[in-house]
Nanobody, 115 residues
């Protein structure tokens, strides 16, 4: 069974940086896509960044130029590097992986941007 565990969230001041990690465990034959979503209080979950088949990458307009999605060569960890963080980036961040035509979610990690 595939499991995703996020880490790296926390409290950071505006303008700061964080790197989120998503450890992927279990047997995966083909990793089709990986993504990060976020959900702020009272708002719907939204896509932050998505990489499909290691080729095409899409970012939300609000994070372009500040966030970068990546993965390690072994495809066991997905990262979200976040720079120039703003208070409006405060949310629970969720890792999402589509592998072998199945959709998997992590439990989420809280990111709070505040002075």
């Amino acid at each position: 069974q595939v499991q995703l565990v996020e880490s790296g969230g926390g409290l950071v001041q505006p303008g700061g940086s964080l790197r989120l990690s998503c450890a992927v465990s279990g047997s995966i034959f083909r990793l089709n896509a990986m993504a990060w979503y976020r959900q702020a209080p009272g708002k719907q979950r939204e896509l932050v960044a998505r990489n499909i088949n290691g080729v095409s990458t899409v970012y939300a307009d609000s994070v372009k130029g500040r966030f970068t999605i990546s993965r390690d060569n072994a495809k066991t960890t997905v990262y979200l590097q976040m720079h120039s963080l703003k208070p409006e980036d405060t949310a629970v961040y969720y890792c999402n992986v589509i592998a072998d035509e199945s959709n998997y979610w992590g439990q989420g990690t809280q990111v709070t941007v505040s002075s």
